[in-house]
């Protein structure tokens, strides 16, 4: 069925309006064990049924935060919404409300995106991997150790848990004391789930019943794609609705009074690769929409705070309760359910959702103890020189102006594109593409250590370099053009309301180096691109290119056109991260005397914009 995607804007206003009505309402307290006794199962007419109360505490995409600190300025985190990040302080959170709500009337789970994002995330991987090297086992990954001591019972797999591969997840799961759940990640070959789909709990209740809550695990389809380098063959990746329908109703014959489900997919029904995939990204409003039996679902994957939020089942008219909460640990979402005992079978009367802050709340002592060490560790690395610079390099600009910063990232993967091609493949015109992917981003002159680089490019991203014809590549920087708000010739240009037209994201939106180019944004969308040469001879349409990419846009990652099904002159596997660190390791020196070109501007009608 058809649904409209809601427009991300109008969806967070929403959502922050019915964040705010949550706030007013006020926290849903527990009542006491013992006020939660007040009658029996079997009681005259005129009796209240019996009645009992428990929570579900939610956290998603977490990307390795462990403690408050950023490993890329190498300081205490701090933005300015005076958020907080790492799973140490929200496990103080979690501790209050086990206190206050009882221990036994609480779970906790995740919504997946865990074991990626951060310097430590990279260092457990790559320099000490979990998996071990040189024949030395390798040590437990600090999330898992996080993850543990603070008791989860469940999380969903999230799409980045699989960028260091199938044997780092499997070796991560090893080592969680909770089943990672994915009932649409499906083994390629016999189409059975190749994780946990669900897990059942049981609430115990002095007297009746255990109240069984089952968890279902929902992954994104988008891994197909963007990870498609390591799951080909290997695992497939069926949409969220088709596998919900499937297992919402076996926990259901399975006597779950709570069906709980853990979405690692956003809930305004879009997709960030149009038709690429036949699965919605963000499904988890649809899910909710269009599958019977669900009471709640933990939302991930999309990094903005849903406190509350319900969704009508259009088969039963039943409300389903979301919440989503932010991510690195920004929140906490909490679940709040009221059930009363009816003939044995418990049933939901209640359920509200709110997020808290962890920002005023301190780390917890145990796992700044156990995981000190290791955060020490990953600090000294960060901070190892690799050589200089010649001069400041900022990004600040670098999302209206062809910055040197930029050129670096673009040289770097040029030259390793450059360095692998065939004979015939070296003989035709080589390009890069890059996004701008920190704004904070800044070498700085003088020394250059690893955190610098790792700050501007943030992902483990590899590199490709693919064919596209002089034609499409127009067509692929007019697709990254629509990242500019149209401004009429004559208007002045303010860059805080300029970028970021159509819900497209600094990440999304590519640059080209090699050729020369104009965006004329006083134009409509599809017809800003002007004036593109290469040595100064204007592109012909069936002229061909290589063009080094990274795997996540090469493989249809923010669905630009044609760059999916093009050719492939070369690939690797070694991160353009760590490719930018070898390169200004070789040189000793970084110097945009070597690298940037001023090959792209903004114009209004022709006429420079800046």
């Known amino acids: 069925m058809p649904v409209n995607p809601m427009n991300r804007r109008e969806f967070v206003k929403k959502s922050a309006v019915t964040g705010a ?55 205490a985190y701090s933005d300015k919404a005076g958020n907080s ?98 009932a649409n990640a499906l083994d390629a070959k016999t189409l059975r789930p190749a994780f946990a789909p669900y897990t059942v ?17 929902l992954t994104n389809p988008g891994i197909a794609l963007w990870d498609k380098d390591n799951v080909s063959g290997k695992m497939v ?53 269009q599958v019977p039996g669900i009471d709640a679902i933990l939302v991930g994957h999309t990094h903005v705070e849903v406190p509350s939020y319900t969704v009508k089942n259009k088969e039963t008219g039943e409300d389903v309760l979301l919440s989503e909460p932010y991510c690195w640990g920004y929140r906490l979402s909490v679940f709040d359910f009221e059930l009363e005992l009816h003939h044995g079978q418990w049933k939901v009367t209640g359920k509200k959702a709110q997020t808290l802050n962890p920002n005023t709340v301190d780390e917890d002592p145990e796992i700044k103890k156990l995981l000190e060490a290791d955060h020490e560790l990953v600090v000294k690395y960060v ?8 001069a400041d390099l900022s990004a600040a600009e670098s999302c209206w102006k062809d910055v040197p910063i930029m050129d670096f990232i673009q040289q770097v993967q040029m030259d390793a594109v450059k360095a692998g091609l065939s004979s015939a493949d070296a003989a035709l015109p080589l390009i890069s593409v890059a996004a701008p992917f920190s704004r904070t981003a800044d070498i700085p002159q003088g020394s250059v250590t690893i955190k610098d680089i790792a700050g501007l490019y943030i992902y483990d991203n ?17 697709y990254g053009a629509k990242y500019y708000h149209q401004v009429p010739s004559g208007t002045k240009v303010d860059t805080a309301t300029l970028t970021n037209a159509n ?14 180019y104009d965006i004329d944004i006083a134009q409509a969308e599809g017809s800003r691109i002007k004036n593109l040469t290469y040595n100064g001879a204007p592109v012909a349409d069936d002229q061909v290119f290589v063009v080094a990419v990274n795997n996540y846009r090469a493989n249809g990652g ?26 200004v390791t070789a040189k000793k020196s970084l110097n945009p005397a070597d690298f940037a070109v001023t090959n792209w501007k903004l114009t209004q009608a022709g006429t420079p914009v800046f």
């Open 462 to 478: 590899t590199l490709y370099g693919k064919k596209l014809t002089g034609a499409q590549l127009k067509d692929y920087l007019e």
């Open 85 to 182: 990040v790492g799973v140490a302080r929200v496990a103080t959170l979690i501790k209050q409300q086990r206190e206050a709500k009882g221990e036994h009337r609480t779970l906790l789970v995740d919504a997946g995106d865990i074991i990626q994002g951060t310097s430590l995330a990279y260092y457990f991987a790559r320099v000490e991997p979990i998996t071990g090297s040189k024949g030395k086992k390798g040590p437990k990954h600090p999330m898992a150790v996080a993850m543990n001591h603070m008791r989860y019972d469940a999380a969903a797999l999230g799409n980045h848990e699989f960028n260091y591969g199938i044997e780092t997840l499997r070796k991560f799961e090893s080592q969680c004391d909770f089943p990672l759940l994915g």
């Open 558 to 583: 923010s669905g630009y056109p044609h760059i999916a099904a093009a050719p492939i002159a070369y690939s690797s596997t070694n991160e353009i991260r760590q490719l930018m660190i070898d390169y």
């Open 237 to 289: 990746f069926p949409g969220l609705v088709e596998q919900a329908k499937k297992y919402v109703p076996r926990l259901r014959a399975l006597g779950c009074d709570v069906v709980f489900l853990t979405d690692h997919s956003g809930l305004d029904g879009s997709s960030s690769y149009g038709d690429e995939l036949p699965y919605v990204e963000n499904a988890s409003n649809l899910v909710a929409e």
């Open 201 to 217: 709990k049981r609430i115990c209740v002095p007297g009746a019943p255990d109240i069984k809550v089952g968890i279902l695990g």
């Open 383 to 390: 901070n190892t020189a690799v050589g200089t610079c010649t």
């Open 21 to 75: 009505a949550v706030a007013a309402a006020g926290t849903v307290a527990a009542a006491p064990a013992q006020a939660a006794e007040r009658t029996p199962d079997h009681m005259p007419p005129g009796h209240k049924p019996r009645t009992w109360s428990f929570s579900i505490l939610g956290t998603t995409d977490l990307h390795s935060h462990v403690f408050d600190w950023d490993y890329y300025k190498d300081a």
């Open 503 to 516: 819900n497209f994201w600094d990440y999304m939106y590519d640059t080209a180096a090699g050729v020369s």
